[in-house]
């Protein structure tokens, strides 16, 4: 394993450890409201907190953006974006589904990526260029070569729904083209899954560099291809994601097509 991703292991089991000890009696947490169906508990700050405990520690100047505590270093070559806690909601409610995200950018580039599930311990890793694993062992994308036999993922709008309408025509040609749909509540967890080969593909729209970047690694060193929703690199700018291997992306495109109402780089839905 590179060292640079040992630490970030390192960082994603202090948080789990924090995140499994929450577990253990949720409703004594104390919750505060974001924004409209957003919510972060005092394990989220406090998981956070850990993962750049160990970041800084290693790597001093290097700088972070992360879900609770924002941007700090911003203009260091290298930044360490993290999502503490993805899957908050589901976390609240006991539903296991839920994980620990690191990913670390380096002039630009995702170099490193890091999700860990602390409640199966399951442990993604992927090194740019050396492929993706879970657990010490190499995984790949599944070789499914048609959309309509694929098990696809994704994700609900539940904060901003002005594009609930866009999204749920979308959301029904993909249903009446693929063999099913499911939408566990960790983007993070999903890209995973498309990496390890459990699912065929994922998308989603108006997602934050930290749901993302990791799994968006992990999915490309495991064979697959990230792109937004016209299949361009910006996905980690616009939120608007599409992962799954070679042959199923390319048909997952054709399905969100004609529902673009703009045809530029970033669509507006």
Request: proline share 4%.
């Amino acid at each position: 394993m590179h060292p640079i991703l040992n630490v970030a292991t390192k960082a994603a089991r202090e948080a789990g450890k924090i995140i499994n000890r929450a577990s253990q009696d949720v409703g004594a947490l104390k919750i505060h409201t974001k924004d409209f169906n957003d919510f972060v508990s005092e394990v989220d700050r406090a998981a956070e907190q850990a993962i750049i405990s160990v970041l800084k520690e290693a790597y001093p100047d290097h700088g972070f953006l992360g879900e609770e505590s924002g941007e700090s270093n911003s203009a260091a070559d290298s930044i360490w974006i993290i999502d503490p806690l993805d899957g908050t909601t589901n976390f609240l409610h006991n539903f296991p589904t839920y994980c620990v995200s690191i990913a670390l950018q380096e002039k630009g580039v995702l170099t490193q990526a890091v999700i860990y599930d602390p409640v199966h311990n399951d442990l993604f890793t992927a090194t740019k260029g050396r492929g993706a694993f879970l657990n010490d062992k190499r995984i790949r994308v599944t070789n499914r070569t048609k959309l309509q036999e694929s098990l696809i993922a994704t994700g609900f709008p539940f904060r901003d729904f002005s594009y609930l309408d866009t999204y749920m025509d979308i959301l029904k040609d993909m249903m009446k083209k693929t063999i099913g749909i499911r939408r566990p509540g960790s983007a993070a967890l999903d890209l995973a899954y498309v990496a390890a080969g459990w699912t065929d593909g994922f998308f989603e729209i108006n997602l934050s560099p930290w749901d993302i970047a990791a799994g968006g690694l992990l999915v490309q060193e495991a064979g697959g291809i990230v792109g937004d929703f016209e299949g361009n690199e910006s996905w980690l700018k616009t939120g608007n994601i599409v992962a799954a291997n070679p042959k199923v992306f390319s048909q997952m495109l054709q399905v969100i097509a004609p529902h673009l109402t703009v045809r530029t780089k970033t669509p507006t839905m």
